[in-house]
DNA sequence: TTCGTAAATGAATGGCATTCATTTAGTGGT
DNA sequence: ACCACTAAATGAATGCCATTCATTTACGAA
């Protein structure tokens, strides 16, 4: 007996409901009104949208662009934290289970914003430029672009290409880049693989703390390691991910390079 | 007013319980009654420990050590989804909250499973063989250990090294090993950094489905990359995430040898 | 007109980590 | 010997979460 129920927030009929609290007939009796007769509050406060009745909207309201776009804004404005089915549906003014019409899961919406993040990631230089500094653009712009958004990681790392086409699309450009540099049609694959395990790795590195490293009451066990923290300490001003990551990088490069004929 | 009221399953004291349901006198007016005068039921049906009454017991139900190893039983037997502090409060025959007064959160677990883990990594090498022998046996079998544990990944990767004794202890022997090898001091954290970050990393490729890069439907749009990948698989009978681990270490190695004096 | 399907709402459901009041046992001080 | 304090357990919430299902409504094809 739903005389007296709460809504969504943020998505409320501001002509039925006080405190977050609606009173009034049942939805099942209350006559429909037609979205043009509304009254003119509703045009007054976009911010308030007007209530959305049960049943089929006369046109879609959500499709998976729309999904996407949308949880890539509310992970911007409250992190994966704030990446939650209930809050995505707030964000689109829409019930959470009619996002289960267009993703079956939590983990697709993850697949859609993986693979749109994707597509921001620059292949441009192969081709362009020499293979060795193709590799370094691709692998920084890689690394940059999913350090913003390490919790996708574990997911792209299984993630089979087919469910990516942007992914897919990505894998294509470097693999031309890396056959037309000369390197081996059975090593390209394996290349990749293990170029994109070391940006993976390096991406969550961007994100650790700046004293991780900090041994603490441990120094005295740990003279060796102690050491060596503080001389990059006291050489570096550079970020220590970074300086990590090209060292990696350059030794990659150079160490696949030799596989090319 | 608890005359009627369910207890956590798999813990029961058969003398009170029937179907799940606990029948009698609430606790406060049960009176007390010393272990030793039990019933001898409870001696002869150890897969059904007695139920324990509120308050402190005698001696200590609970510590980190028993915890950890309990949670390692636990994923072993339900992997990292059955990790579930009620699951883990269930294994240890204690109530979920108990476990808060030994750990501050579910991250705390992970944290000591972490650390524990770090201990099983092979680290003799160093010392006993040349430096590039010693990291690549301290590399496969990181890798390794961590392959079947990669929900941690994205704890370990942030994770201060004071909070993980056993962690900073690897990380010492590594850092000697380097030492003398001759690497300049201020390079040794960034080339540990850029071998676990590989390392990490190709811990999800090993559990990646095996059809992964199976381009299915879009093989046409992806020439380059298709062909990449089916002659990999017509070459190797290796798994592809060893030759690719493989590929990428040997190129880490030669590549960071080049930094020593 | 009727029927089937697509896309929305609304109301559960069960599981989750965590918190808090309460109970009990040991310990250190007077 | 008593008393206060603290540690370690239980039991009962709390609030959030992803997901499911019945229901409602709109549109298009037969």
Chains 1, 2 share one sequence.
Do not use: C
Request: aromatic share 8%.
């Amino acid at each position: 007996m739903p005389f007296i129920y709460e809504n969504y927030s943020g998505f409320r009929d501001v002509t039925e409901v006080v405190n977050g609290i609606m009173l009034g007939t049942p939805p099942a009796e209350r006559p429909t009104m037609p979205a043009t007769a509304r009254p003119a509050t509703d045009s007054r406060q976009p911010e308030i949208p007007a209530k959305r009745r049960a049943g089929r909207p006369s046109s879609a309201v959500l499709d998976q662009a729309v999904i996407t776009s949308a949880a890539l804004r509310l992970i911007g404005k409250s992190g994966y934290d704030g990446l939650t089915m209930a809050a995505l549906a707030r964000s689109l003014h829409v019930a959470p289970s009619a996002l289960y019409n267009h993703v079956t899961s939590k983990r697709d919406v993850l697949v859609l914003v993986e693979d749109h993040l994707a597509s921001l990631v620059d292949v441009s230089a192969f081709g362009a430029e020499p293979w060795d500094e193709a590799v370094r653009q691709w692998a920084w712009s890689y690394r940059d672009v999913f350090s913003k958004h390490t919790p996708l990681i574990p997911v792209i790392a299984v993630l089979p290409v087919t469910d990516a086409p942007q992914t897919l699309a990505m894998y294509e450009s470097v693999s031309e880049g890396l056959r037309q540099a000369g390197f081996p049609q059975e090593r390209i694959v394996s290349s990749i693989v293990a170029l994109e395990s070391f940006i993976f790795g390096s991406a969550y590195d961007v994100t650790a703390p700046a004293d991780i490293f900090d041994p603490g009451s441990m120094a005295e066990s740990t003279p060796n390691f102690t050491a060596a923290v503080r001389s990059l300490a006291e050489q570096g001003h550079e970020k220590p991910a970074d300086v990590a990551f090209s060292l990696g990088l350059e030794a990659l490069i150079s160490g696949l390079g030799a596989l090319r004929r």
